[in-house]
Nanobody, 120 residues
Framework: QVQLVESGGGLVQAGGSLRLSCAASGSMFGINTMAWYRQAPGKQRDLVASMTIPGNTKYADSVKGRFTISGDSAKNTVYLQMNSLKPEDTAVYYC??????????????WGQGTQVTVSS
């Protein structure tokens, strides 16, 4: 079982920046993709950014040019640098990991979520 621990959320004014971190621990035999999703109240959970191994990235149109996903393979940690934040970025942000277990099966794991609130 893989555990994901997120940190870095909080309250920030519009135009400000935050950096989210997600540290993975547990038994993994290969990581396929690390990603960030977000869910605003009353809305579905949407993909914000993803990064495959060895490093192809994808972003939602709404965050392109403002958010950057990056990873530290030595620490099994993925980051989301969020700049020029807008009130509409307010949501709970979730880390997601796609990995292979000891049998080579594909698995997924979710973090507990971290709240990001952007005030106008």
């Amino acid at each position: 079982q893989v555990q994901l621990v997120e940190s870095g959320g909080g309250l920030v004014q519009a135009g400000g920046s935050l950096r989210l971190s997600c540290a993975a621990s547990g038994s993994m035999f290969g990581i396929n993709t690390m990603a960030w999703y977000r869910q605003a109240p009353g809305k579905q959970r949407d993909l914000v950014a993803s990064m495959t191994i060895p490093g192809n990235t994808k972003y939602a149109d709404s965050v392109k040019g403002r958010f950057t996903i990056s990873g530290d393979s030595a620490k099994n940690t993925v980051y989301l640098q969020m700049n020029s934040l807008k009130p509409e970025d307010t949501a709970v942000y979730y880390c997601n990991l796609l990995y292979r277990d000891a049998l080579g099966n594909g698995r997924t794991s979710w973090g507990q979520g971290t709240q990001v609130t952007v005030s106008s």
